[in-house]
Nanobody
Framework: QVQLVESGGGSVQSGGSLRLSCAASGYTYSTYSMGWFRQAPGKEREGVAA???????RYADSVKGRFTISQDNAKNTLYLQMNNLKPEDTAMYYCAASPQRLLWWYLHSPTVYNRWGQGTQVTVSS
């Protein structure tokens, strides 16, 4: 059974940093595409950063230069390092997995991911 468990969220001030983790289990982690999504109240879920099994990454324009996605295949864990956080980064952050080697233009499409974590809240105050 595929399971994704996020951790690392919290409350920080503008300019601060957080590192989110997503521990995966129940499948061959290295063959999957993995992504971080976020959803703020009243807004649609949006892709933040994602990586496919070939190492191709995609970042939302709003986080480029501030966020970094990485993974440790030995630990079956996906990370999102978030620096210089802004109030507009406030949202529930979700980890997602897809068994497909997603092409770049699909990496931020929520519908192609079939496994989701429960989410971790990130709140950035000004």
């Amino acid at each position: 059974q595929v399971q994704l468990v996020e951790s690392g969220g919290g409350s920080v001030q503008s300019g601060g940093s957080l590192r989110l983790s997503c521990a995966a289990s129940g499948y061959t982690y290295s063959t999957y595409s993995m992504g971080w999504f976020r959803q703020a109240p009243g807004k649609e879920r949006e892709g933040v950063a994602a990586v496919n099994s070939d190492g191709t990454t995609r970042y939302a324009d709003s986080v480029k230069g501030r966020f970094t996605i990485s993974q440790d295949n030995a630990k079956n864990t996906l990370y999102l390092q978030m620096n210089n956080l802004k109030p507009e980064d406030t949202a529930m952050y979700y980890c997602a997995a897809s068994p497909q080697r997603l092409l770049w233009w699909y990496l931020h499409s929520p519908t192609v991911y079939n496994r989701w974590g429960q989410g971790t809240q990130v709140t950035v105050s000004s």
